[in-house]
């Protein structure tokens, strides 16, 4: 992604070292044999991620402050791999009205105009100085600033007049997702922290989370429900549908995360953290067996657990381990970040343990149906998410090429939601069939081919060239491309003999 990523994962014994390069790049060797250094993701000064690798091993670092360097496992006596970008990001998205045009730089950067109504104020999104980005607001409507260096400040498709959500992320992002006026205003921080308020009731627009724009997230909240908030910096503090009066769960990711999503009223409140680990309650019932998700040690989420159930955990340090609603009984799904991840979401007893990889890639499979076909979600051959789909329903596929596409219980033949994570991400949860299908765009943005039918030519996700993802398209689709060199390009969902789509970022 200057030149792009070269991704290896999970190489075997004397191959040559992968080199995920993003600035340079990014260097990324995930889950290879014995005797590799311990990898260590850093972030600030960088993320230090240790993920299960042998000992002995070069320690490899991840650093977003000069860059990232991550060294997933590699082998003994391996380069460290640098990430750099810039050394960082410059993009400059939208200043006071009558700016200049917003340019979006990443190495000289990256140039995004994102559709503003006449008069708007051109929002810019630095992410040098910080990103500033104001996504599609109406005319009139105050500049959301989204600073990523002092922070990012994004609002993201808001109504004239209403309140201007931030997102900051230096001090913290905040970010309204399309609230209405009047509105309470989510906050999503991660400077301090994130929040966010996801998909409000009472004929509120499905609020959108734009990162590149931002982040668009719909989460159904009931009108008059707390405030959900999610930190990112202190921590995240997220309310996902929670019922008017239930305790207000926190997701931290500077000592860890909090997020409760959707608990009962009196329900213990779920702690995601992200220091020692995230301890994430995703819609527990009262009284259910707090689940913790532990990023240090490695994530613990119990999503929806039943009482009695297994704990799954979910690990960032080895991988993440996360069961969302698993049945008594179920196979405790393994997510794992290192090696990879593997999420099993609400899966029904039998069916098979989807795995989510990100060395190899990400495997998630979301509340699938007893016998649904396991989604895979791969990131170095690409991601497959299933979220919930019904039997026979079309795998919506979350990506992280342009962004993420996130489909969670979409109704049999509703138009694939896609998380956008250029501009931003679109998340659509649970959308209504017919439902527009958003896409997000992350150079112009990224494209993927989200849960298409079965039968049709694998899209491809490349990541170095690019990342190819297999998608389930529909027979005889145009193979998609994902470049991040050049650029990604990433086919979201396409009808058969549909246009590929071209994602390019570089050269968008």
């Known amino acids: 992604m200057g030149r792009g990523w070269r991704l290896a994962a999970g190489l075997e014994a004397g191959a040559v070292e ?6 340079r790049g990014w260097r990324l060797a995930a889950g290879l044999e014995a005797g590799a250094v311990e990898p260590l993701l850093e972030m600030g000064r960088g993320w230090r991620l240790a993920a299960g690798l042998e000992a002995g091993a070069v320690e490899p670092l991840l650093e977003m402050g000069r ?72 005319a009139g409507a105050v500049e959301p600033l989204l600073e990523m260096g002092r922070g990012w400040r994004l609002a993201a498709g808001l109504e004239a007049g209403a309140v201007e959500p931030l997102l900051e992320m230096g001090r913290g992002w905040r970010l309204a997702a399309g609230l209405e006026a009047g509105a309470v205003e989510p906050l999503l921080e991660m400077g301090r922290g994130w929040r966010l308020a996801a998909g409000l009731e009472a004929g509120a627009v499905e609020p959108l989370l734009e990162m590149g724009r931002g982040w668009r997230l719909a989460a159904g909240l009931e009108a008059g429900a707390v405030e959900p908030l999610l930190e990112m910096g202190r921590g995240w503090r997220l ?27 009196g329900a213990v409140e779920p702690l995601l953290e992200m220091g020692r680990g995230w301890r994430l309650a995703a819609g527990l019932e009262a009284g259910a067996a ?44 393994l997510l794992e970040m290192g090696r990879g991840w593997r999420l099993a979401a609400g899966l029904e007893a039998e069916t098979v343990e989807p795995l989510l990889e990100m060395g190899r890639g990400w495997r998630l499979a979301a509340g699938l149906e007893a016998g649904a076909v396991e989604p895979l979600l791969e990131m170095g051959r690409g991601w497959h998410l299933a979220a919930g789909l019904e039997a026979g329903a079309v795998e919506p596929l979350l990506e992280m090429g342009r962004g993420w596409r996130l489909a969670a219980g979409l109704e049999a033949g509703a138009v694939e939601p896609l998380l956008e994570m250029g501009r931003g991400w679109c998340l659509a949860a649970g959308l209504e069939a017919g439902a527009v299908e958003p896409l997000l765009e992350m150079g112009r943005g990224w494209r993927l081919a989200a849960g298409l039918e079965a039968g049709t030519v694998e899209p491809l996700l490349e990541m170095g060239r690019g990342w190819r993802l297999a998608a ?18 990433l086919a979201a969902g396409l009808e058969a003999g549909a246009v590929e789509p071209l994602l390019e970022m570089g050269w968008g």
């Open 472 to 489: 389930g398209l529909e027979a005889g689709t145009v193979e998609p491309l994902l470049e991040m060199g050049r650029g990604w390009c």
């Open 18 to 23: 992968p080199l995920l390069e993003m600035g």
């Open 290 to 333: 707090e689940p913790l998700l532990e990023m240090g040690r490695g994530w613990r989420l119990a999503a929806g657990l039943e009482a009695g159930a297994v704990e799954p955990l979910l690990e960032m340090g080895r991988g993440w381990r996360l069961a969302a609603g698993l049945e008594a009984g179920t196979v405790e799904p």
């Open 239 to 265: 309310a996902a549908g929670l019922e008017a009066g239930a305790a207000e769960p926190l997701l931290e990711m500077g000592r860890g995360w909090r997020l409760a999503a959707g608990l009962e009223a």
């Open 67 to 138: 860059g990232w360097r991550l060294a997933a496992g590699l082998e003994a006596g391996a380069v460290e791999p640098l990430l750099e970008m810039g050394r960082g990001w410059r993009l400059a998205a939208g200043l006071e009205a009558g700016a200049v045009e917003p340019l979006l730089e990443m190495g000289r950067g990256w140039r995004l105009a994102a559709g503003l109504e006449a008069g708007a104020v051109e929002p810019l999104l630095e992410m040098g100085r910080g990103w500033r980005l104001a996504a599609g607001l109406e």
